[in-house]
């Protein structure tokens, strides 16, 4: 599954590539749109942590981040410091989270720990 964020409307576009089964396929399928929640937009990072199986997004103009559920289901969200966040990944339990280079010379920080979703618990912070 490849998951890819739409930036103006916010919902997260959901396709099927054969890059770990085939190596001469190049068939890319589309499965489904999940739908931004509550109308943010501005999706601007997806990590996707398989053993968690939770997607995680920031959304850069609401400065959030969010654990979503592959079916769209919010799981917690998470205000974020700063502003124009554009990278994000995770190391551990540990989030690095990158900043456009246009708003603060594109700087990466360290969040540690952050332990994200164990469990799927719907919470908002």
Same mark, same amino acid.
């Given at each position: %599954?490849?998951? @890819?964020?739409?930036? #103006? =409307?916010? &919902? ?8 770990? !089964?085939?190596? =001469?396929? @190049? ?5 489904? =749109?999940?739908? !931004?929640? #509550? +109308? ?8 996707? #942590?398989?053993?968690? +199986? $939770?997607? *995680?997004? @920031? *959304?850069?103009?609401? #400065? /959030? ?7 769209? @289901?919010? /799981? ?7 502003? &124009?966040?554009? +990278?994000?990944?995770?190391?551990? &339990?540990? %989030?690095?989270?990158?900043? &456009?280079?246009? !708003? ?5 920080? *360290? *969040? ?9 618990? $719907?919470?908002?912070?």
């Amino acid at each position: %599954m490849f998951f @890819t964020g739409l930036q #103006n =409307t916010g &919902d997260i576009l959901v396709f099927r590539l054969p890059i770990v !089964s085939s190596t =001469t396929s @190049t068939e890319v399928t589309y499965i489904k =749109t999940i739908a !931004s929640h #509550n +109308g943010v937009r501005d999706i601007s990072a997806l990590h996707y #942590n398989a053993e968690q +199986g $939770v997607l *995680y997004a @920031t *959304y850069d103009d609401a #400065n /959030l981040l969010r654990a979503i559920k592959p079916d769209g @289901t919010v /799981l917690r969200e998470w205000h974020l410091p700063g502003k &124009d966040q554009e +990278g994000l990944t995770f190391k551990e &339990d540990a %989030m690095y989270l990158s900043k &456009d280079f246009g !708003s603060k010379g594109g700087d990466v920080f *360290y *969040y540690k720990p952050f332990f994200g979703i164990d469990q799927p618990i $719907v919470t908002t912070d």
